[in-house]
Each structure stands twice: as structure tokens, then as C-alpha cells.
């Protein structure tokens, strides 16, 4: 994490641009260096260096570097990537994955019977709705890294909305299956679904424990 923004030595740096738009430009530079994939020590250790480079210079960060997420682009390409985990997309699938059931498996009927109905509509969406937006998510989530060849050039969805829009889609999905195809295949034990949804929960965070990065 880098230091906070040293005011007066970037006032000093640049008339045209205040506090405000400096700090604006280290906050992208800091995000794009970090979509590029730099370690936190690499990341702290740029900031600082242009930082720096303005106080000694004189010059503003805009007229020094540029484009903040194209100079980051390209230093990012100069530098050693941080090393990723082992398997990031597994692990995440791993840990999303029986968090999202859990909370639906936990809501899916709440009755004052002995015996809770389990529609068609519901069991799709926890067997094969959820479990594929998990899967699907996982790859488009993350923000896209620019090519360095054409660091001024913003990556295709940089911003990840295709993940959103899939989350979206599923939430559609999901309500009208759960709505529309609401006829009751079996029943099951009342407290069945939120019990079973508090253990998936429980094995999503027991997965993110050990699987974490180290």
C-alpha cells in the first residue's frame, strides 16, 4: 500500500494540476499497476519513484508520465509480475461456488409443515443455474490487463462488466425458474435446506482457509 500524497511536494511539482488531480492520477496509476499484475512491494516502490522523480524535477505528474494507466502499462511490462497463486481460478470457483448454494439452499422453503416441498424450479437453480455462473464468472471477473505494445489503448471489458451482466442474466434466470416452474417433485425434512446451507457456507469458508495464499 503506498503512503499518503505528499501535498505540498506535489503542489510544488505542478501549478496547473492541485492535490486533487495528482492524487487522482497516483490512484489510477496505483489500480492499473495492480490489474497489470505487480507485486505490492513493486507497486509501493513505483510510487514512490515518481513521487520522487516530480519533487526533483519540478514537473507535474500529467506532464512528466502521461497517461497514468498507459506509463503503468508499460513499467509493469519492464518489471518482474508478481507471482500468482497456485490455481487462482480453481480456488476461487472453489470458495464461491458452495458460498452462493449455501445462501439458496438455505432460503428455499420456509414452512410451518413438518415437510418442505422442493419444486423443479428450485432445484435447477441450485443444481445447474448457480453452479454455472460460478464457473462462468470466474474468468471474466477479473479486470483486463492492457497490451503493453499499446499501453494507451484500454483492454477489451477492462472494467469486467461482462461479469456483471452474467449475474445479472442468472438472477433472471433464476427467478423465473423458481417462480415459473414451481411444481413439487419431493418433499424433504423442514429444517433440511437451512441446515444444508449453513454446512455449504461452512465448507466455503473452510476452503478459503486453507486455501489461502501464503
Known amino acids: 500500500m503506498s503512503e499518503p500524497t505528499d501535498r505540498a511536494g506535489l503542489s510544488a511539482a505542478g501549478q ?10 497516483l490512484e489510477r496509476f496505483e489500480m492499473q499497476l495492480t490489474i497489470q499484475r ?8 513505483a510510487v514512490a519513484d515518481v513521487r520522487s522523480y516530480c519533487v526533483d524535477s519540478g514537473q507535474s505528474l500529467e506532464e512528466a508520465f502521461g497517461d497514468p494507466r498507459g506509463y503503468a502499462t508499460t513499467l509493469a511490462a519492464e518489471t518482474r509480475p ?7 481460478g480453481a480456488r476461487r470457483v472453489a470458495v464461491l ?35 454455472a455462473w460460478a464457473i462462468l464468472t470466474v474468468p471474466l ?6 497490451d503493453p505494445a499499446t499501453p494507451e489503448r484500454p483492454a477489451f471489458d477492462e472494467k469486467g462488466w461482462r461479469g456483471l451482466w452474467l449475474t445479472l442474466a442468472l ?9 415459473g416452474l ?22 466455503s469458508q473452510l476452503v478459503r482457509w486453507l486455501w489461502r495464499p501464503r
Open 97 to 131: 461456488m458452495p458460498a452462493v448454494l449455501g445462501l439458496a439452499v438455505g432460503f428455499v422453503s420456509f414452512t410451518h409443515r413438518p415437510e418442505a416441498p422442493i419444486s423443479l424450479g428450485q432445484l435447477l437453480s441450485v443444481a445447474v443455474a448457480i453452479p
Open 141 to 146: 471477473a477479473p479486470a483486463r490487463r492492457r
Open 171 to 179: 438472477v433472471a434466470v433464476v427467478v423465473s425458474l423458481w417462480t
Open 16 to 25: 496547473e494540476s492541485g492535490p486533487r488531480d495528482e492524487r487522482t492520477w
Open 82 to 88: 508478481a507471482t500468482p497463486p497456485s490455481h487462482p
Open 38 to 45: 505487480m507485486s505490492a512491494d513493486d507497486i509501493a516502490a
Open 182 to 203: 414451481d411444481q413439487t417433485l419431493f418433499t424433504v425434512w423442514k429444517w433440511a435446506p437451512p441446515v444444508l446451507g449453513l454446512v455449504l457456507l461452512g465448507v
